[in-house]
């Protein structure tokens, strides 16, 4: 495809604004048609903010047929629909994790994409963080040899003020806590990384300390075919909050990922460093606490994907992987037992 590609955006709340200024930056490959919330408010607060048009419908996005992608960055319970909305207007989508609320919701939302013939991209933007690419690659070359275990700690924080939007932390609009809500992109990660384990052992609580039905401490065993085992630690009420981090010991050496910062050390005597300064980036005590730049890598990988009929790098498809890793963990704290994690 020559020329911009036409676009129209779908939600306005928090989430919008690395959205926006990626769509600002690529302003030479894409195009804004449109900006919808069903806020007049909103709608002209973000306008005024961005310079980018609002529309007061989301018909006039979906029935425009220059339109030929949607970004839909609404509450999770809305997914399954509006993803079914835009498949059936043929419109492609950069969807907002998580996928949708519930796990026959997250499937749906794949499965109407895949039957229309269309493209879905998801804003799971860790993967593109420098140093998880540096460490991707030497798993990939085998410098840290062969995984024996591995620990993914999301320690974060979110405030009264963060809880008091209605509906966020409720499983009614958000479906899930601290997996689905926050610890989602270091899991996404993760699974992008050693992929999915066979069974899980898991607890997981509701603290009090905030008016939610959502779990917001977990801590998860894994088990994977081959021997690796690994743990979770996703909390967000670990004050102040602190960077997310995965490590991985293997038999060649250990990789301690700290946000955007690696740090690797081999039995070999080599060690390899790479990304930010630690503590830069993630949401350990802000959730908007980040630049757009994993943002907009992940909104120009979806627009390569689009030029070239190729697959974004996480789709639809890609990106159900990491809602079956929480799926399992909430059912073996339901039930007490081991579980297994459930085929794609």
């Not at 200024?21 to 302003?27: E, G, K, T």
């Not at 992940?298 to 689009?306: E, I, P, Q, T, Y």
Request: hydrophobic share 45%; charged share 20%; with cysteine.
């Amino acid at each position: 495809m020559t020329g911009r590609r036409r676009v129209g955006v779908i939600g306005l709340g928090m989430a919008a604004t690395p959205h926006a200024q990626s769509l600002l930056d690529l302003a030479d490959r894409v195009e804004v048609a449109g900006c919808f919330s069903p806020s007049a408010e909103r709608r002209a607060a973000f306008a005024a903010r961005f310079g980018l048009p609002a529309v007061d419908r989301a018909e006039a996005i979906l029935d425009d047929p220059t339109v030929s992608a949607v970004l839909l960055l609404t509450p999770p319970d809305t997914h399954a629909d509006l993803v079914a909305r835009c498949a059936a207007a043929g419109k492609h989508v950069l969807l907002e994790k998580p996928l949708d609320a519930t796990p026959a919701g997250c499937r749906a939302v794949v499965e109407s994409m895949e039957r229309a013939g269309l493209t879905l991209g998801v804003m799971l933007q860790h993967r593109f963080r420098a140093a998880a690419e540096r460490l991707a690659e030497l798993l990939r070359t085998g410098a840290l040899g062969r995984p024996l275990s591995a620990s993914v700690v999301v320690r974060w924080w979110r405030d009264d003020a963060y809880y008091a939007q209605p509906g966020r932390g409720m499983k009614a609009r958000d479906g899930g806590g601290v997996l689905l809500t926050q610890a989602i992109h270091t899991l996404d990660l993760y699974v992008s990384l050693l992929g999915l384990p066979r069974e899980v052992a898991a607890f997981a609580n509701t603290s009090g300390l905030r008016p939610i039905d959502t779990e917001d401490v977990v801590c998860a065993a894994l088990r994977y075919d081959g021997g690796l085992l690994a743990t979770v630690d996703a909390t967000t009420a670990a004050y102040p909050g602190y960077p997310e981090r995965i490590e991985i010991a293997g038999t060649a050496g250990s990789a301690l990922l700290t946000g955007d910062r690696l740090e690797v050390q081999l039995r070999s005597g080599e060690t390899v460093q790479a990304g930010e300064t630690a503590g830069t980036l993630g949401g350990g005590a802000d959730p908007m606490a980040f630049s757009n730049a994993h943002h907009r890598a992940v909104l120009a990988d979806f627009l390569d994907a689009l030029d070239h009929g190729t697959q974004p790098r996480v789709s639809g498809r890609e990106a159900l992987k990491v809602h079956r890793l929480i799926e399992a963990i909430l059912k073996s704290s339901e039930s007490g037992a081991v579980t297994a994690v459930p085929e794609g």
